[in-house]
């Protein structure tokens, strides 16, 4: 059995068909005439933009509009002139090919994204090399750069290397029963279109390329993240039973979609959803979930040059309340730091970035970039059920400054005779053990508290949550970590508040019933979670 990382939940039986990856043979030409080889290249950026449009549109129509995004970046990078540009000068300063310029920026490209510290910029570096791929075979006049899955027979299960984004969405799902690459993480986009299309994924298998051949019969787990090759017959048995029992499971949730989330006892239960980005909120609704339960912001701040301003924070607040319709919508302020690094902000190296200057701490020293987003807040909390929450709280001087900042804000937009609710609701996140500790004073002053188990769990326990060697060790039921959830809902009830939590343990399905018990009242978790999340509640 190889274990890799489970990318799309699921099980698959079928027949290896592995990717070759057609490495194209490209040779360094000397040219003269340096303008008839960017015309060639511009031909063929052209025709690889309408055939990218096309696999945009079939997308759109099979998967979703928002999962046809990628290719939106796709055709960003052909259309950026400074990409362009590069491809050209190198054509231009060393005289050569259009084919061999462009792999050597191609390259460039990829290396840098390779080597950035982000996981989310470093999977970009297979969107490049994707587009790259199209462009040279365009050039080179390649009929058509499709992916020969047509001749699949059903029950294929495709092995790669890698897959981009474009292979992906040319799988048909008819006949592609898994996939399977060595490389890859969960974040990938060819992963998060594989749990769009319901196609079992593993990810991050490390060398199954060379473990496989075409015709091999494998078991894929998309579950745990396991594959068995050339399985015995016992063992076919037992995944057939698996799959059969899984599919019609998640068949079964539908009927959960607009059933509120009730206890047997007759308990009301909040199920909302976690999300990173304004778009995703559309996916809690379609799910039966009942607002946001954490908007991780930093999102808004990554992946670009400069930080948003206070219009653009404040339209994006804005719109994903509005859309919420009165359903509450929990928004954290900028948890920045740890593993999430802002290429405009640069911060010294530190040798524990889990423990240093991050979230909180950064907002508290840097005033200027934190009131810019509570004004934002504040500013969006006039079109719906806006609450603010801040993360990584270890003190309560920390808690008491954010909110003296918060109502200095305050006091600016009365003054400029902006409107904002009066009576937002202010709360924290509860992921660090002292927090937990010390719950019964910050309840006091809190207006609720959500826990964020992700991070409480990683310090109560001293194990890195990144680090799979202590795995181990970094788990939601551990006595410790229940003893502090216990004791931050008590002391939230004690003094008349509310306890939510929005790690990834209030979606766990074995953990759910525990919370129950102890009193938990809101649960927030990835949206996919909330059908099966919301069964659990009832049969508890
Ligand atoms: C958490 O720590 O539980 C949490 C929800 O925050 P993040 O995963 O963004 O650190
Ligand atoms: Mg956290």
Redesign the pocket.
Same mark, same amino acid.
């Given at each position: 059995m190889k274990k890799g990382i489970a990318a799309s939940k699921g099980y698959a039986i079928g027949k290896v068909v592995l990717k070759n990856e057609d490495e194209i043979c490209i040779t360094e030409t000397k040219i003269e005439n340096i303008e008839a080889e960017k015309k060639r290249l511009r031909r063929s950026v052209e025709l690889s933009k309408e055939q990218i449009l096309k696999i945009k549109q079939k997308t759109e129509d099979q998967i979703g509009k928002d999962k046809a995004e990628v290719f939106e970046s796709h055709i960003m990078l052909l259309e950026d002139p400074e990409f362009i540009g590069a491809v050209e000068e190198n054509m231009t300063i060393n005289k050569i090919n259009a084919e061999k310029s462009l792999k050597d920026i191609i390259e460039r490209y990829v290396l840098i994204f390779e080597s950035m510290n982000d996981e989310y910029m470093k999977e970009r570096a297979a969107d490049v090399k994707d587009v790259g791929k199209r462009i040279l075979m365009n050039i080179l006049g390649y009929a058509s750069y499709q992916p020969n899955f047509e001749v699949l027979e059903s029950n294929s299960v495709i092995v790669a290397s890698e897959l981009t984004p474009s292979d992906t969405a040319c799988l048909d799902k008819e006949k592609v029963s898994a996939f399977l690459t060595d490389l890859g993480g969960r974040n990938s986009h060819s992963a998060i279109m594989a749990r769009s299309l319901g196609i079992p994924a593993v990810v991050g298998l490390e060398d199954i390329t060379s473990l496989v051949k075409d015709g091999d019969l494998v078991i894929v787990d998309g579950i745990k993240g396991e594959v068995i090759i050339n399985p015995s017959d016992e063992l076919i048995k037992v995944y057939e039973e698996n799959k059969r029992n899984y599919l019609y499971d998640l068949k079964k949730l539908n009927k959960f979609i607009k059933k509120e989330a009730v206890t047997k006892d007759g308990i009301k239960i909040e199920i909302l959803g976690?999300i990173g980005k304004p778009e995703e909120a559309e996916i809690i609704l379609k799910n039966g979930g009942m607002g946001i339960g954490?908007f991780?912001t #930093?999102f808004l701040y990554m992946d670009r040059d400069e930080m948003p301003s206070e219009e653009e924070q404040f339209e994006s607040y804005r719109d994903v309340t509005v859309n919420m319709k009165g359903k509450p919508v929990i928004i954290?302020t900028l948890?920045i730091g740890?593993d999430k690094k802002l290429t405009y902000l640069p911060m010294i190296e530190e040798s524990n970035p889990f423990l240093g200057y991050r979230a909180i701490r950064i907002c508290l020293e840097r005033k200027d970039i934190f009131k810019m987003q509570l004004r934002a807040l504040l500013r969006a909390s006039v079109f719906g059920n806006l609450k603010i929450m801040f993360?990584m709280i270890a003190t309560l001087d920390e808690f008491l400054q954010g909110k003296y900042i918060l109502e200095e804000c305050m006091n600016e937009l009365r003054l400029e005779g902006k409107a904002f609710n009066e009576k937002i609701e202010v709360g924290m996140?509860v992921?660090i053990p002292s927090a937990a500790l010390m719950a019964d004073e910050f309840a006091k002053y809190v207006d609720f508290f959500?826990?964020?188990?992700?991070?409480?769990i990683q310090y109560t326990l001293a194990a890195d949550r990144m680090n799979s060697k202590v795995s181990y060790l970094y788990d939601c039921m551990n006595p410790a970590v229940l003893k502090l959830i216990e004791m931050v809902i008590n002391a939230a009830h004690k003094n008349g508040k509310w306890c939510g939590m929005?790690? #990834?343990?209030a979606g766990n399905e074995e953990a759910i019933p525990i919370l129950l018990k102890l009193g938990l009242d809101e649960f927030s978790m990835s949206p996919t979670a909330i059908l099966k999340a919301k069964q659990t509640i009832f049969d508890n």
């Amino acid at each position: 059995m190889k274990k890799g990382i489970a990318a799309s939940k699921g099980y698959a039986i079928g027949k290896v068909v592995l990717k070759n990856e057609d490495e194209i043979c490209i040779t360094e030409t000397k040219i003269e005439n340096i303008e008839a080889e960017k015309k060639r290249l511009r031909r063929s950026v052209e025709l690889s933009k309408e055939q990218i449009l096309k696999i945009k549109q079939k997308t759109e129509d099979q998967i979703g509009k928002d999962k046809a995004e990628v290719f939106e970046s796709h055709i960003m990078l052909l259309e950026d002139p400074e990409f362009i540009g590069a491809v050209e000068e190198n054509m231009t300063i060393n005289k050569i090919n259009a084919e061999k310029s462009l792999k050597d920026i191609i390259e460039r490209y990829v290396l840098i994204f390779e080597s950035m510290n982000d996981e989310y910029m470093k999977e970009r570096a297979a969107d490049v090399k994707d587009v790259g791929k199209r462009i040279l075979m365009n050039i080179l006049g390649y009929a058509s750069y499709q992916p020969n899955f047509e001749v699949l027979e059903s029950n294929s299960v495709i092995v790669a290397s890698e897959l981009t984004p474009s292979d992906t969405a040319c799988l048909d799902k008819e006949k592609v029963s898994a996939f399977l690459t060595d490389l890859g993480g969960r974040n990938s986009h060819s992963a998060i279109m594989a749990r769009s299309l319901g196609i079992p994924a593993v990810v991050g298998l490390e060398d199954i390329t060379s473990l496989v051949k075409d015709g091999d019969l494998v078991i894929v787990d998309g579950i745990k993240g396991e594959v068995i090759i050339n399985p015995s017959d016992e063992l076919i048995k037992v995944y057939e039973e698996n799959k059969r029992n899984y599919l019609y499971d998640l068949k079964k949730l539908n009927k959960f979609i607009k059933k509120e989330a009730v206890t047997k006892d007759g308990i009301k239960i909040e199920i909302l959803g976690n999300i990173g980005k304004p778009e995703e909120a559309e996916i809690i609704l379609k799910n039966g979930g009942m607002g946001i339960g954490l908007f991780r912001t #930093e999102f808004l701040y990554m992946d670009r040059d400069e930080m948003p301003s206070e219009e653009e924070q404040f339209e994006s607040y804005r719109d994903v309340t509005v859309n919420m319709k009165g359903k509450p919508v929990i928004i954290r302020t900028l948890d920045i730091g740890g593993d999430k690094k802002l290429t405009y902000l640069p911060m010294i190296e530190e040798s524990n970035p889990f423990l240093g200057y991050r979230a909180i701490r950064i907002c508290l020293e840097r005033k200027d970039i934190f009131k810019m987003q509570l004004r934002a807040l504040l500013r969006a909390s006039v079109f719906g059920n806006l609450k603010i929450m801040f993360p990584m709280i270890a003190t309560l001087d920390e808690f008491l400054q954010g909110k003296y900042i918060l109502e200095e804000c305050m006091n600016e937009l009365r003054l400029e005779g902006k409107a904002f609710n009066e009576k937002i609701e202010v709360g924290m996140m509860v992921e660090i053990p002292s927090a937990a500790l010390m719950a019964d004073e910050f309840a006091k002053y809190v207006d609720f508290f959500s826990i964020g188990t992700n991070d409480l769990i990683q310090y109560t326990l001293a194990a890195d949550r990144m680090n799979s060697k202590v795995s181990y060790l970094y788990d939601c039921m551990n006595p410790a970590v229940l003893k502090l959830i216990e004791m931050v809902i008590n002391a939230a009830h004690k003094n008349g508040k509310w306890c939510g939590m929005c790690g #990834e343990m209030a979606g766990n399905e074995e953990a759910i019933p525990i919370l129950l018990k102890l009193g938990l009242d809101e649960f927030s978790m990835s949206p996919t979670a909330i059908l099966k999340a919301k069964q659990t509640i009832f049969d508890n």
